[in-house]
């Protein structure tokens, strides 16, 4: 018994997956801009918590592996923090992060 492994279709950059998937044209577009919205606003979300640790990270004049130790990751992850590596992280995780350097955090829906 053999698997099959090979992709039968890919999805253009520029396409529409939900067409793809066998939505009308209409339903699949409003589908995509939805998704879009909401890839925009996390994406949005993540940079704004990036900034403030990288902003927090620099008022302290800190080296990387310090921010590291008191921020509970590795050198390595400071880095792509610094350099705003969003698809890295989770909000769950910048948040946990923004809160060991002792700021607070807020949380409000408009």
């Known amino acids: 018994m053999s698997i099959e492994t090979k992709s039968t279709h890919i999805t253009p950059a520029d396409g529409n997956v939900f067409v793809d998937l066998g939505f009308d044209p209409a339903e699949a577009a409003e589908l995509q801009a939805n998704s879009n919205r909401i890839i925009s606003e ?7 918590l990036m900034d403030e640790i990288s902003v927090w990270i620099i008022q302290k004049e800190l080296k990387q592996a310090k921010a590291a130790e ?40 408009h």
């Open 42 to 48: 996390k994406l949005a979300i993540k940079k704004r």
């Open 70 to 109: 008191i921020l509970g990751i590795t050198r390595p992850r400071v880095s792509d923090l610094i350099n705003k590596k969003s698809i890295k992280f989770t909000i769950d995780a910048l948040v946990d992060m923004l809160a060991r350097t002792g700021k607070q955090i807020t949380f409000s829906v």
